[in-house]
Nanobody, 121 residues
Framework: QVQLVESGGGLVQPGGSLRLSCAPSGSIFSINSMGWYRQAPGKERELVATITSGWRTNYADSVKGRFTISRDNAKNTVYLQMNSLKPEDTAVYYC???????????????WGQGTQVTVSS
């Protein structure tokens, strides 16, 4: 069973930076779109940023100009560089990807287990 594994979360002061990474736990055939979502306590999960296989990106208005999503297709990894972090960015960040496990499987949507990002002084 393929899982998405996130890393890079933690505690950071306001104005600081963090870089999140996410990759499948095992070998896969291909990955299409990848993205990051977040969920703060008491709130619904929301889109942060997405990136297609052709590197087309989309960002939530709240993170435009501060966050950058990128991917390394050779490593099947997606990154989220977060700069100028604010307390309101505090949330559990989830990785999401549309991928095919092998050449004869259909495209499935997968989620990571989440990584905590806390912005506080």
């Amino acid at each position: 069973q393929v899982q998405l594994v996130e890393s890079g979360g933690g505690l950071v002061q306001p104005g600081g930076s963090l870089r999140l990474s996410c990759a499948p736990s095992g070998s896969i055939f291909s990955i299409n779109s990848m993205g990051w979502y977040r969920q703060a306590p008491g709130k619904e999960r929301e889109l942060v940023a997405t990136i297609t296989s052709g590197w087309r990106t989309n960002y939530a208005d709240s993170v435009k100009g501060r966050f950058t999503i990128s991917r390394d297709n050779a490593k099947n990894t997606v990154y989220l560089q977060m700069n100028s972090l604010k307390p309101e960015d505090t949330a559990v960040y989830y990785c999401n990807a549309d991928l095919r496990v092998n050449s004869y499987s259909i495209i499935g949507n997968y989620w990571g287990q989440g990584t905590q990002v806390t912005v506080s002084s």
